[in-house]
């Protein structure tokens, strides 16, 4: 766990480097990670729009502010992710609005498929599902939590559509953004924000 972790961390970039290398590779035809489609290509087009809207109209609730103001610990979060990601081009935003109100928290996001032996250490029902966060001690680099990879009511939502129809398809998909676009990141927040003061527990009572 320790090298993948370390070695997930010398692998990861800022939130702007991480954007800046999605766009550079879409500018070429490409997508992140290792397969390249059409069907990547054009998932990874709307991701850029979708998290240039959110950069400019995600809000982060006055209670998440103050719960993040409230850390005494530093931590970092290390996201895996991929560009053409639906999910990550939803979630990501909100965690860098988030870090951004705390000098306690520093943001990094590696590529999913550069590092495997990281991503398989949080596997989701034995799936590679991101964005995954992971929330370490800065002091330590020690895994103190994850997060991901979407929030209760957005799982809950492809949890029942699979049990009733048995595939997750486009139309799946489809409700899937409107209800991040109902819910306007405020159950992301929330988890999170519950989750850093359950980590800060745990920080404070293992030093």
């Known amino acids: 766990m320790k090298v993948a972790v370390a070695q997930g961390l010398l692998n990861s970039h800022s939130y702007v480097k991480y954007r800046d290398i999605v766009s550079g590779l879409l500018s070429q035809g490409k997508v992140s990670g290792h397969e ?24 982060v609730t006055e209670d998440n502010i103050q719960k993040l103001l409230n850390l005494k610990k530093h931590y970092i979060w290390l996201v895996l992710a991929e560009g053409w990601c639906g999910d990550a081009a939803q979630l990501l935003p909100i965690m860098n609005k988030m870090a951004a109100f705390s000098t306690h928290i520093d943001l990094k996001i590696a590529f999913r498929d550069e590092n495997e032996a990281l991503m398989n250490q949080f596997l989701t029902n034995g799936n590679k599902a991101i964005p995954k966060l992971i929330v ?23 949890k029942s559509y699979k049990l009733q129809y048995g595939v997750i398809d486009q139309t799946a998909k489809t409700e899937l953004q409107l209800w991040y676009l109902h819910d306007k990141g405020i159950s992301t927040q929330n988890e999170i924000a519950d989750l850093m003061l359950q980590c800060e527990q745990l920080n404070l009572q293992t030093k």
């Open 136 to 158: 370490l001690d800065t002091d330590e680099q020690k895994v103190l939590g994850s997060w991901g990879a979407r929030p209760k009511g957005a799982s809950d939502l492809i």
């Open 36 to 59: 390249q489609s059409q069907d990547l290509l054009h998932y990874t087009e709307l991701n850029e729009a979708r998290m240039n809207r959110l950069d400019k109209k995600m809000v």
